[in-house]
């Protein structure tokens, strides 16, 4: 526990010796060019007060002053200087206003005058990031973020335009799930954080150390070619522009859950930190699994009664009433400004060292009631089983990023930067199953099974980044090395099923001779990702007569190993029958497994591991590109065009399920992905973008595997198909947008997207036991629209506008999204249908009032998505699909003692409808409780927080 006490010991420490800053305001913003580019070393001078800057690399600048009403004047060699009058700032406030320069002609040789208006809109900086923007993205800013009750990085990511979340944590971008889809931390690339797909799981991050978080939809070569839905670019805690401290405390609270009977099963004293202390893994000396093989071989049964008795007994529940989850959030941002005052030709030089710390720690438990059924193809019943799943969720981050930057009075401008990004989060769960098994065991028995599961993520991300600017000539070198480590490890999944032929006879587990771990096993699995990666980025402005241009060239190297191993162990009778081995059989869950009944009259252990249960893989990509952007008719017109090389090696080691033969696959693919986006401005408030490019998919190391494994998620085999080919995509976007004010827009888009031999994952009709696999079908299409608009109610009404009313705001997004599969050439499936995911519409909206007079906040969030296929069928097993419901949330502000300290409320979930997955029996295209039949249904119930906040 020592390093818990020193990083408390530092937070205390860091509050107790941060002194009042004095009562001083604050002026920031960003100064972009005519293209959207930072404006590097341009003047921001304060009129009257002789206080000025030059803006550092990103074009940003940073003025402390007294308060009062200012006007800023800004200048740069060849462009208009700007005067803004009215500019306000408050004491212990921060003022922030963007400026947007354009050239010098001959018909404007004088200054530009503007007044400012009150900055009410959060998302200002975002706003003017989309319109200036090369390629089309949807996004949230930090402070939208912090306006809804979001957890978790899925949470925010479900608001973004045309996204949606699967299982709360995969991401599905204009219907296309994960495969389809990338995602990059500060610019290095994410793992995947399953072991047989290619998918994030984004509610493993805490969306509280979130600055922003982007989707790119459309490609240009200096974007990595690999996706078709969106690139998922999350940015953590920035450097700030003051010093600041904060601390937070707060808890949570769900309608069905807290304060109600809940249960858990054994743990250890390291649970609360979201670690395994070593409880729940295999003891140190257990032998391996080919010893364990070795002695069932030869028949060496007593060993195997000792191995028996090595296994901890962690089967025994405990029972309590939940309590209120915590959540705990410490932060802290340090600017030192390493500038000496000098005279001459130094004059002006500027370094700054800044630093950001936070911690973030989360606790949430969780019950719910599911009741789950199986049918056959006369829609009988095959399974009908009522589930009690509790689970507790435990995660908490930390992060540290440092910057050093160096901006010259001649223009010349360095910056390094080093991100740093823990993340911990575990997920333990446990299931108490009752009900029927008709098709195996007929209509009288009974079952009752338990299900225990332990899964804890480890996520290190560390990047280091160069940004250099040269004077005169804005030559950019840009240059990063990142490093990424995902370790997923499960344990010890526990499964136990109790019997009875009917309601007379007491329940037993059916252990026999034969291992079945699905009845009395044991399951262990690590997983352990490693990623390396490195860019590098040319960047050179220039002119051609009247025209401007950008070349733009650079690299991208990543490499990615994987190792996977999983461990399968399950209980087995010493002998085939007795007395003693019957009321063992016969004994509870805590009592069962007690290493005093392995031996010659009750139980011992047999190895289900297969060599297949472990494979590595690496991947290699390389990647160079080249890119122009030229601009014509002053600006108005934009082309950003090349094309990108990718090549692309992937091995995969293992061995085969039926011989374990080895199975050592190898193979490289060489691409070149053209693309192209053209922006129209009709002027500065208005553009018209046109983008079409080439982009891929390609298969997962699993995928390729010509062997079949066990997906405890689906519960069914898949298998691996050697012969896989890489989609290919075709993209054409095409999207009208309008800023009508500072922080505000309204956009319509419009896309189509064509796979070539995109990968589909089948479920086969006729095999003895489920069987999904892998294949490339022929082709298929998306198309759809999205509406997406940000704006204030006043800014509708020219006269009578009201106070009241500007501190009204609307945000809103709209997706329409149809998708095609084409699957004639597959025997035994349906032949068309839609993408797995793919909803055909989207629905968010929220509604925010913030008064700044009195310091009070209200946002009110929906979410609603159209029927989407949860499992796609066959003409045998019919396709399981998600029924659509509606989600409310709300969020109360409210700050006091001069906006320092905050109180905050948070409701999610409001209507709490059921969340139904059902078989389309009478195929009426919508859901039908008496018509249709009910796969599995539950409720996530209401979730309440509370949360009080303090700015130092």
């Not at 001083?24 to 960003?30: A, F, H, I």
């Not at 109600?260 to 032998?287: E, H, I, N, W, Y």
């Not at 009690?388 to 009075?409: C, D, E, H, I, V």
């Not at 007379?504 to 001779?513: D, E, G, K, N, Y």
């Amino acid at each position: 526990m020592k390093h818990i006490s020193f990083i408390f010991s530092a937070i205390l420490i860091a509050l107790f010796s941060f002194s009042a800053s004095a009562q001083t305001g604050r002026l920031t913003g960003k100064v972009v060019d005519e293209n959207g580019q930072p404006m590097i070393a341009a003047n921001v001078m304060v009129k009257s007060a002789s206080k000025g800057t030059m803006t550092d690399i990103d074009g940003n600048y940073n003025i402390v002053i007294a308060p009062g009403k200012y006007t800023l004047y800004i200048s740069y060699l060849g462009y208009q200087a700007v005067d803004i009058t009215d500019v306000e700032v408050k004491a212990g406030q921060t003022t922030t206003t963007n400026i947007d320069m354009k050239p010098k002609t001959s018909e404007s040789l004088g200054t530009v005058l503007i007044t400012a208006q009150a900055n009410r809109a959060s998302n200002t900086a975002l706003a003017l990031e989309q319109k200036n923007s090369a390629v089309l993205f949807d996004g949230m800013s930090g402070d939208q973020i912090r306006k809804t009750p979001d957890r978790t990085t899925a949470d925010v990511l479900k608001r973004v335009s045309g996204a949606t979340i699967q299982d709360n944590q995969f991401v599905v971008v204009r219907g296309l799930p994960d495969r389809y889809n990338a995602a990059f931390l500060n610019g290095a690339p994410l793992p995947s954080s399953e072991p047989d797909r290619k998918a994030f799981a984004f509610d493993i991050f805490p969306s509280a150390l979130l600055n922003d978080l982007k989707v790119v939809k459309t490609a240009m070569p200096s974007l990595p070619g690999e996706f078709a839905g969106g690139l998922i670019l999350v940015r953590t805690k920035d450097i700030p522009d003051k010093n600041y401290y904060n601390i937070s405390i707060g808890t949570n609270m769900n309608a069905i859950t807290s304060f109600k009977p809940f249960s858990r099963a054994t743990g250890g004293k390291m649970d609360v930190l979201g670690f395994d202390d070593g409880t729940r893994k295999l003891a140190q000396g257990f032998p391996t699994n080919a010893q364990v093989s070795e002695a069932q071989t030869a028949f060496e049964r007593d060993k195997l009664v000792d191995y028996a008795k090595m296994l901890r007994n962690n089967y025994p529940i405990r029972q309590f009433n939940a309590m209120p989850g915590l959540n705990l959030q410490f932060s802290m941002g340090h600017l030192i400004n390493l500038s000496r005052k000098e005279s001459g030709n130094n004059a002006g030089n500027k370094a700054t060292l800044g630093s950001v710390f936070a911690v973030t720690y989360n606790t949430t438990p969780q019950y719910r009631e599911v009741q789950r059924a199986e049918f056959d193809f006369q829609n009988d019943k095959m399974q009908d089983f009522f589930d009690r799943q509790y689970s507790k969720n435990t995660s908490w981050g930390a992060l540290w990023n440092l910057a050093f930057s160096l901006s010259k009075k001649n223009g010349a401008n360095n910056r390094i930067s080093l991100k740093n990004l823990y993340n911990v989060n575990t997920n333990d769960q446990l299931v108490q199953r009752t009900g029927k098994d008709y098709a195996n065991l007929g209509p009288n028995a009974d079952i009752m099974a338990y299900n225990m599961y332990y899964t804890q993520n480890n996520l290190f991300s560390s990047q280091l980044n160069g940004e250099h600017v040269l004077p005169k000539s804005k030559i950019r070198f840009d240059w990063s090395g990142g490093y990424s480590r995902l370790q997923r490890i499960i344990p010890d999944y526990r499964t136990i099923q109790y019997q009875r032929s009917d309601s007379t006879q007491p329940f037993a587990v059916p252990i026999s001779s034969s291992v079945q771990p699905n009845i009395a096993g044991r399951f262990f699995s690590e997983q352990l990702d490693n990623i390396y990666s490195g860019t590098f980025d040319f960047t050179a402005p220039f002119k051609l007569g009247a025209t401007r241009h950008e070349f733009k060239a650079g690299a991208f190297l990543q490499k990615r190993n994987r190792d996977f191993g999983a461990r399968q162990l399950g209980y087995v009778s010493y002998k085939s029958s007795g007395a003693d081995l019957a009321a063992i059989r016969r004994m509870g869950i805590d009592s069962i497994f007690d290493p005093r009944n392995m031996g010659p009259d009750g139980l011992m252990i047999k190895e289900a591991t297969k060599k297949s249960d472990t494979y590595s893989s690496s991947q290699d990509l390389i990647a160079a590109y080249i890119q122009m952007e030229s601009s014509f008719f002053s600006n108005k017109l934009k082309f950003v065009y090349g094309v990108r090389m990718e090549n692309f090696r992937q091995r995969l080691n293992t061995f085969a399920l039926a011989d374990e033969s080895p199975i050592n696959l190898d193979t490289t693919v060489l691409d070149f992905l053209p693309s192209m986006n053209i922006i129209y401005g009709f002027h500065s408030k208005m553009n018209l973008r046109l983008s079409g490019s080439q982009t891929v998919t390609r298969p997962e190391s699993r995928e390729l595997a010509p062997f079949a494994f066990y997906d405890f998620g689906l519960f069914s085999l898949v298998s691996g198909n050697p012969s896989l080919k890489r989609t290919k995509i075709t993209n054409v976007d095409l999207r009208y947008e309008y800023f009508p004010a500072a922080g505000q827009l309204i956009s319509v888009t419009g896309f189509y997207k064509y796979f070539e031999n995109p990968i589909e994952r089948i479920l086969f009709p006729g095999a003895s036991q489920r069987t999904f696999n892998y294949l490339n079908v022929p082709f298929a299409v998306s198309y759809g629209a999205e509406l997406e608009f940000r704006f204030t109610i006043a800014s509708f009404l020219k006269k009578n506008k009201s106070r009241f009313l500007e501190d009204f705001s609307i945000t809103g997004n709209l997706a329409y999204i149809q998708s095609q599969v084409n699957l004639s050439d597959v025997a035994g499936v349906n032949e068309k249908r839609p993408m797995q995911g793919q909803s055909p519409f989207i629905i968010n909206g929220g509604l925010q009032y913030n008064d700044s007079k009195y310091d009070f906040g209200i946002s009110f969030m929906a979410n609603y998505i159209g029927r989407r296929i949860f499992s796609v069928g066959n003409t045998v097993d019919p396709t399981i699909w998600e029924n659509p419901r509606v989600i409310l949330d709300l969020q109360l502000t409210k700050t006091f003692i001069k906006r320092k300290l905050e109180i905050r409320f948070n409701a999610r979930d409001l209507l709490a409808q059921f969340a139904n997955f059902y078989e389309d029996t009478n195929g009426n295209g919508r859901y039908d409780k008496v018509g249709d039949n009910t796969n599995f249904s539950f409720r996530y119930g209401q979730q309440f927080s509370l949360t009080l906040g303090y700015n130092f």
